[in-house]
């Protein structure tokens, strides 16, 4: 993200598109559908936990001296942080069934960032 590095793949506009439209795909799959794909994401994420980590490292060590201390703290990855969006996921999944606008849980992933569960 951070990395002088040419990337091989889709830019980064082209990743956001395919992001909103993926999202748009999983709010028409029926909630049980919604659930499992929610569900392989959360598993995948502990799963990839080490891989995940290692890349945050190189990207933190990247942005040093172009970032401020404060966002690289708040962009610093550890597993407790991925077991937590893992657990958001997984709490996401099961209330695939009924979505509602409130807010169900509320947590706080880093200073002034917060994650919300509706």
């Known amino acids: 993200f951070f990395s002088l590095e040419t990337n091989d793949g889709p830019s980064v506009e082209t990743q956001a598109h395919m992001c909103r439209l993926g999202g748009r795909a999983l709010a028409a799959l029926p909630a049980a559908d919604r659930a499992s794909v929610i569900n392989n994401l959360a598993d995948l994420l502990v799963k990839e936990g080490h891989s995940i980590l290692n890349a945050n490292t190189l990207d933190l060590e990247a942005a040093k001296g ?6 690289i703290a708040r962009l ?14 997984k709490l996401i999944a099961e209330s695939a069934h009924s979505t509602t606008d409130q807010v169900l849980r509320r947590m706080l992933i880093a200073e002034g960032m917060t994650l919300e569960l509706r």
């Open 66 to 71: 172009n970032l401020s201390d404060h966002n």
């Open 76 to 89: 610093k990855l550890t597993q407790d942080k991925i077991n937590t969006l893992a657990a958001g996921l």
